[in-house]
């Protein structure tokens, strides 16, 4: 990982918690963006806080659920995800103050912070072994294209075209425009590795050497850290979003369950083209096949829960899929 990125990492745990939203609009029907920070300190104290401008975008969609639908995104993506021990976040903080303090040169408070590390990480790994990869720190961006199948169509087309021209940036500026995801970074502190490079750094200073040298043992410390990424589709929200306001809906009302329901089925069509679903080809034929049975069954005999049961619990395992599938 990036040296510098880690360094601006530390120098934003050593500051109080935060939770930083950013968003900006290009039209209100053509793209949501957001970016969300979730520092430990915090521990996801707002992950499925959206925007006005967003909450808004959506309505217009018609989509009374997508909220809740990213809410439950967040959520599946961080239920497995323990909560580091005060001995570890104690003992980071104890490595990040004496980078800080060799900075200014102040070898003798750099040592007493690299001390209380040592000490903090062996009363977490005396209280488990087996520790390996803890979380630290998860950041959340959302990227929200607003488009149409017919818009993906063309953009793929142009950029191919684009290409065939000798034109690679101008078809990856416009590839650009078909990233339509939640993606959640979440970083990971080895702690078979990192408490070993404190303590090399603590010897090293005992010896007498000087901050120059100390310094470049605890940057390569945090060149052991680990991001994993997982990437969730938003049009695949929006078709599971789309499918339960459907279910919600009195099954008098054929034509607005019709309505929902082909929503549903672009929107996974959405999804593939933008490439998201080639590594789920199988459950993206099972999810289509089971929507063009649901819009059958809803323009003749009444739809029952059952049907609906069906495809939420093949949304499920693809949604269970994508989040197995992180990306080191």
């Known amino acids: 990982m990036n040296k510098n990125i880690l360094l601006s990492l530390a120098a934003t745990l050593l500051l109080s918690a935060n939770v930083a939203y950013a968003t900006s609009i290009d039209t209100p029907a053509s793209k949501v963006t957001a970016q969300t920070n979730h520092s430990y300190y915090g521990f996801y104290s707002q992950p499925d806080k959206l925007t006005k401008e967003q909450l808004e975008h959506y309505q217009k969609m018609g989509l009374i659920s997508k909220r809740q639908m ?14 580091p021990s005060t001995e570890i976040l104690d003992g980071l903080n104890a490595t990040f103050k004496a980078m800080s303090l060799l900075k200014k040169h102040d070898l003798k408070s750099a040592k007493i912070a690299l001390i209380s590390a040592t000490s903090q990480f062996d ?83 005992n010896k007498g050497e000087k901050a120059e040298t100390v310094l470049p043992i605890l940057a390569a410390a945090l060149d052991t850290m680990v991001e994993t990424e997982v990437v969730i589709p938003m049009p695949v929200l929006v078709a599971q979003s789309a499918l339960k306001d459907a279910e919600k809906l ?43 049975q649901l819009k059958k069954k809803n323009s003749g005999d009444n739809v029952l829960v059952g049907d609906y049961d069906k495809i939420k619990k093949d949304f499920s395992l693809l949604f269970d899929k994508i989040h197995q599938g992180r990306q080191k």
């Open 250 to 292: 009195d099954k008098s009302k054929k034509e607005e369950i019709s309505k929902l329901l082909s929503l549903a089925q672009t929107q996974l069509e959405v999804a593939r083209y933008e490439g998201y679903l080639s590594k789920y080809d199988a459950e993206y034929k099972s999810l289509s096949e089971k929507m063009t």
């Open 70 to 83: 990213i809410k439950d995104e967040l959520k599946l993506a961080t239920k497995n995800i323990v909560k």
């Open 123 to 205: 009363k977490a790994l005396k209280k488990d072994p087996s520790l390996k990869l803890v979380p630290i720190d998860m950041k959340t961006s959302f990227d929200d294209q607003a488009l149409t199948l017919e818009n993906v169509k063309s953009i793929k087309k142009n950029a191919l075209r684009m290409i065939n021209n000798n034109q690679p940036q101008e078809a990856v500026a416009l590839l650009s425009q078909l990233k339509n995801q939640i993606t959640i970074v979440t970083t990971e502190l080895p702690m078979d590795l990192y408490p070993i490079a404190t303590k090399k750094a603590l010897d090293t200073l």
